[in-house]
């Protein structure tokens, strides 16, 4: 009798491809999956396991990918990562929209992700600075390695990573600039070495988002933002002749620019390059964006190799905001003019300012022009204030019951409140139907999850289970398709190892328990940010969803409850080396 570490018995077992679910036990052994099938049971006196889960009722499927996180510091401190676990996620892919932290210092690295992820300042910089024991991409691989790891890791090299050391953060940021020659070559140089050592291509950035925090230079965009189109194509030439990928953020407020990623990412004549870029959302402020975002990757990728995808989060995008500190106070200029200013006493001033409030509400009604968030203050939701009366309620409503603008309603309560006052709003994903669409469209693949950033504005850990509970519920879908989804076509894409439970494959698996779908995964709760003291972090949890985590064969978490010795002692994940493809 073949003796197993681990036998998972009775569940409907989900191998990542698309196929029907079949009745069956999983057997593992040596962190491989050795048997999918019946496996006789054995006795008291001669165990056919060293431990059996019951999946009774539940589905077992592969681990699930995320591939849009910026955990770049978190794993440095806390390789556990946790929040991803116990939602049955077992890989992940970090360094997206352009930031990474193999090359640059800690000052850099602090100044480039604080402001536009919504970190701790202090906690990216000291996270770098202790951990950092590498200089260059082979041995930040060998460095994760060595890490307690809870998952796989799997990561982009950023753009604004290599152009910062290359120019220095100060020149990479001046937009009279011009890479020479011998500088371009570097960061072609970088690049390669990035690709050799197993990363899954470049991340860049346009996004008028995108600013420094920091002391030297704040409110500079990052250094992504300053790269010539011939910078971005010599770049991208090494990415085509290697079959690897183009992640990155638009400047949304130049849709124009589209058409330069759609152009480098088409064949015809040449190999099509591999782009995944954000986002295919459903933007409450421009209904017609994602139907002219999904027809034109369609053309795309007919006449140019099917080398575009659309990164999608597959649930409501709702936001958060302490006072004002969210990302869509950037997309308009006196938003991020008191972003810009750091120090609370003198931005409550600025707030206060009647000059200022002209031009503040004269841009938040502003009826034309670019925009992400709606600016409709009537849907926008009071959750927490020292003033009591006003939970629960709209700026709009509170404006009108005042006699006063929706926008001072806003401004007097941030002034008088600070970050005590919280409230939410959705900004797109709010229609079932379209959401039903975009999970399906072959043009789109499930992503931006933004997982271990903007700590305070949004939750999205959790997207593959909610995806899951949205098929389960509305069965727009198959719930095979839906996990093929969320495991292999994302694996595959991106070249990785990972989303297929099949015998010889790595024993990456999830347990889900569909009878624990009750619709409380997208509820607001925080949680300790792990490694740094004093914040708590906006998460979004069901327990009950989410049986098991299993990576490499080593139970991680099960019914709420993490293994002894995770993120610490038990080393589950690797770093994932991509494929050429």
């Known amino acids: 009798m073949s003796h197993y570490s681990l036998v998972i018995r009775n569940g409907s077992v989900y191998d990542g491809s698309g196929s029907a679910p079949i009745l069956a036990d999983v057997g593992v052994r040596d962190g491989k999956v050795t048997t999918i099938g019946d496996i006789e049971p054995g006795s008291a006196d001669n165990p056919v396991a060293d431990r059996e889960i019951d999946a009774t009722g539940k589905w077992v499927i592969p681990g699930m990918l995320d591939v849009h996180t910026h955990y770049d510091a978190e794993v440095l401190g806390s390789p556990g990562l946790g929040e991803s676990v116990r939602h049955g996620v077992t890989s992940i892919v970090l360094g997206n929209c352009s930031l990474s932290t193999v090359y640059a210092d800690a000052d850099d690295c602090a100044d480039m992700f604080a402001r536009v992820e919504a970190l701790p300042w202090d906690a990216v910089h000291s996270a770098v ?10 041995s930040y691989v060998d460095a994760i390695n060595q890490r307690p790891l809870g998952l ?24 009279t600039v011009t890479p020479s020659d011998a500088e371009l070559a570097r960061m072609k140089a970088m690049l390669t070495e990035a690709l050799d050592a ?35 194509g010599a770049l991208n030439d090494v990415l085509r002749a290697r079959g690897r990928i183009h992640q990155s953020t638009p400047n949304l407020a130049k849709r124009s620019e589209m058409a330069r990623y759609f152009a480098q990412s088409m064949g015809r004549k040449r190999r099509p390059l591999k782009t995944t870029i954000i986002s295919a959302a ?3 402020a421009d209904r017609t964006v994602v139907r002219a975002a999904i027809a034109a990757a369609k053309v795309v990728n007919k006449i140019g190799g099917d080398g575009f995808r659309w990164q999608h989060l597959p649930v409501p995008f709702e936001v958060y905001a302490d006072g004002i500190d969210v990302v869509v106070f950037e997309e308009f200029g006196s938003g991020a003019a008191a972003l810009n200013i750091r120090d609370v006493l003198k931005r409550g001033k600025l707030l206060a300012d009647e000059s200022y409030r002209r031009t503040f509400r004269k841009e938040m009604t502003a ?39 929706p926008a001072d309603a806003l401004l007097d309560l941030a002034v008088e409140h600070g970050k005590a006052l919280r409230w939410r709003t959705t900004i797109a994903n709010d229609r079932d139907d379209v959401l039903d669409q975009l999970q399906q469209s072959d043009v789109v693949q499930v992503g931006f999850a933004d997982s ?3 700590l305070r504005n949004m939750a999205f850990y959790n997207f593959g289970v909610r995806m899951l509970e949205r098929v389960h519920a509305r069965t727009f879908m198959p719930v095979e398709a839906a996990v093929r989804r969320l495991t292999s076509e994302l694996a595959d894409w991106y070249g990785l190892d990972a989303g297929r439970l099949r015998i010889g494959s790595r024993a990456d698996i999830a347990i889900i328990d569909p009878s624990g779908f009750d619709g409380s995964s997208g509820e607001y709760a925080e949680a300790p940010m792990p490694g740094v003291a004093g914040v708590d972090r906006m998460v979004n949890r069901n327990d009950k969803a989410v049986a098991a985590t299993i990576v490499a064969g080593h139970v991680l978490y099960e019914n709420g ?10 080393h589950a994940g690797k770093f994932l080396q991509a494929n050429n493809s």
């Open 452 to 454: 271990g950033a903007h």
């Open 367 to 405: 009826k034309f022009g670019f925009k992400v968030w709606h600016r409709d203050l009537y849907d926008a939701e009071i959750v927490a204030c020292p003033d009591a009366t006003v939970v629960g309620r709209s700026f709009g409503a509170i404006a009108d019951e005042r006699g006063i603008e």
């Open 282 to 284: 459903d933007v409450k």
């Open 561 to 570: 409850t993490f293994a002894e010795g995770f993120g610490t002692t038990i």
């Open 198 to 232: 197993g990363f899954v291509g470049l991340s860049t950035i346009r996004s008028s988002f995108s600013k420094l925090e920091g002391t030297r230079w704040p409110a500079r965009l990052l250094p992504s933002t300053f790269a010539s189109w011939k910078e971005f």
């Open 152 to 175: 796989n890791v799997a990561g982009f090299i950023g753009h604004s990573d290599i152009r910062a050391t290359v120019l220095g953060l100060d020149r990479a940021t001046d937009p």
């Open 129 to 138: 600075k202790e951990h950092k024991t590498w200089s260059g991409p082979a």
